[in-house]
């Protein structure tokens, strides 16, 4: 650990996150809080009078509930006061687990209530001690978060959060996903013009510093936010070309619509007459009078599939394939399959999410729990009446999706789930993790398509289908190359797919329901987005209710380009209340601590 001195009065302690100390003696003021305090503070010598918080994240606030005494004063962005004084507000509701298509606020939510004694807003003046500090609102990293300048010994820093970080780059994007006019989980960088915004105040109150929560101290404060604002921009430009969004959302992307730059969006084609289409199902109807289904998310398609049948369109389903894990593709499956007596089939990635689900946090998950009857290995053909059908793993609109190719009747059809539409990827949110990388995510998909050449691409959630043509293959490969390099440049990371990817560390199980006194085993995984070997470490921090501390720190190597796991166990006390827990999870990894980044729910019952 480093502490540097900025003033007389102003250091910062470099650490998991960046911390202003302001001295006054023996006293001292906090600007956001790292555990490894504790031990400096001996080193100092001060007694924390205050401690002022940018935002509400776990990694920034949670050591300060390890504060000795009750003697230190803490203050906090108004708009974020019940994300520390009642984090179990936000756990214990429904909408924040399941069918989640709103991610504000981020569930890097406290586990554990802060007591907090005062609030700020903008415009807030701090007189303490030698300086004044002035509270500016900088929304964009959360919608509440603020920044403080600090006027100590004719200086003049901001102490900034999550803003920026050196060398005009962001540390991840995932946290700016906020929809406008729509839900969080369609706006892909959708909080832009907060982040610029709340980055030309701070450039208006003219710092000579600007201290990150991350790396190092900026100190050309313009020259950064200059950088970090055309960044954005050329990413967002690169993204919106050929977005999905431009077919269903037209006029929030009108500049892109008869932009020459951007990939033209293709005409519909009619599906032929053995296809029927309701809500974000397909019915494909044989010869032999034999129905097979791709999705069901609408308890309203059984009654219309009813329908089909009792009009004699077809005798009985034989089979339901599954696309994606999405609520709106899988909710109505088992009333589906209760009436229609049909086999489930899904790719083995799709598989291990219906079939489990409390295992699993991502948007637009459903609690519906499925039994896949038959899990499909990626490029595995069968023969159902006239049609070959050949299962695909498709990466596409989330890691954990699968596409089908149906020929058949002269046609050969891909029915690509939610990953195309004429106007090009879905790949607007990301928590469905998209990879930026040769060979995978999206580039694996426009690759198989390339190669199958299907003359008609069916997306669910669109009634005719389309195709694209080879100029529009290579325009979408060329644009995901571009886009690598521009989010290179962008994220604080030796490959973009750490800031881009939300989920590169989670627990699996996600959530377990356990007895009181038993033993608790919860795999870390880890995505290791990097082209070397990374030791991975972590530990989980216990509810402060157990009186257990954190557990010692578990470790494995990840193998480039791999996902791997470090297992970590712990025991449930048997005198603890049964109810709901939040166990975070440290991390070490590539050199950085990562406090308290990930997190497992304990569901304890008597």
Known sequence: MEVKTLSSHLLVHFGSINVGIVQDGRDALLIDFAEELHEEKRKLGVEFEKVLFTHHHRDQACGVSLLENGSTRIGVPEDE???????????????????????????????????????????????????????????????????????ADGQRTVFCGDLIFEGGKLWEIHSLQKGTETTDYHGFLGARHQLSESLEKIKK????????????????????????????????????????????????????????????????????????????????????????????GDPSVVGEVKKLQANGIFDCVEGLW??????????????????????????????EVVENPLAWRLPCISPVRITVDRHTKDGESWKWHEFKMTAYHFPGQTLYHGGLLVEGRGQRIFFAGDSFTPAGIDDYCCGNRN????????????????SLKPELIINNHVDQAFDF??????????????????????????????????????????????????????????????????????????????????????????QPRQEGSVPISFEVPEDVTPRRYVVPIDVRYAGRFLPQVAEAIIQVES
């Open 81 to 151: 006061r019940k994300f520390f004084e009642d984090p179990a507000s936000y756990w214990e509701n429904h909408s924040n687990r399941w069918h989640i298509y709103n991610f504000h606020p981020h569930h890097l939510m406290l586990a554990d209530p802060v007591p907090v004694h005062e609030t700020y807003r903008d415009g807030d003046i701090i007189e303490w001690g030698p300086v004044r500090i002035s509270v500016i609102a900088t929304p964009g990293h959360t919608d509440g978060s603020v920044s403080y300048l600090v006027e």
């Open 205 to 296: 109150a003219c710092p000579s510093k600007l201290v990150p929560s991350r790396g190092a101290i900026i100190c050309n404060p313009n020259s950064a936010i200059d950088a970090l604002l055309a960044r954005i921009r050329a990413c967002y430009d690169t993204y919106a070309r050929i977005s999905a969004l431009r077919h269903y959302f037209p006029s929030l992307f009108a500049e892109y619509m008869s932009n020459q730059r951007a990939m033209p969006i293709r005409p519909g084609k009619p599906v032929p007459s053995f296809l029927y289409h309701f809500s974000t199902t397909w019915l494909i109807v044989s010869k032999e009078r034999a129905a097979f289904a791709i999705d069901c």
């Open 435 to 450: 990879f930026l990388r040769r060979g995978e995510g999206f580039d694996k998909c426009i690759t198989l398509l390339e």
């Open 469 to 558: 043509t080879t100029e529009q293959y290579v325009f979408m490969r060329k644009n995901l190359e571009k886009r690598e390099h521009e989010f290179g440049e962008l994220l604080a990371w030796d490959d973009p797919n750490y800031g881009i990817d939300e989920h590169w560390i989670r627990c699996f199980p996600y959530e377990q329901h356990v007895l009181c006194g038993s033993d608790v085993i919860v795999q870390v995984v880890f995505t290791n987005h990097s082209s070397e070997l990374r030791e991975a470490f972590c530990r989980a921090v216990l509810p402060k209710s157990w009186r257990l501390g954190a557990t010692k720190f578990y470790a494995s190597t990840i």
């Open 322 to 351: 599954i696309t994606h894990y999405h609520d709106d593709h899988v909710d109505a499956i088992p009333e589906f399959k209760n009436y229609f007596h049909c086999p489930i089939l899904a790719d083995s990635h799709v598989a």
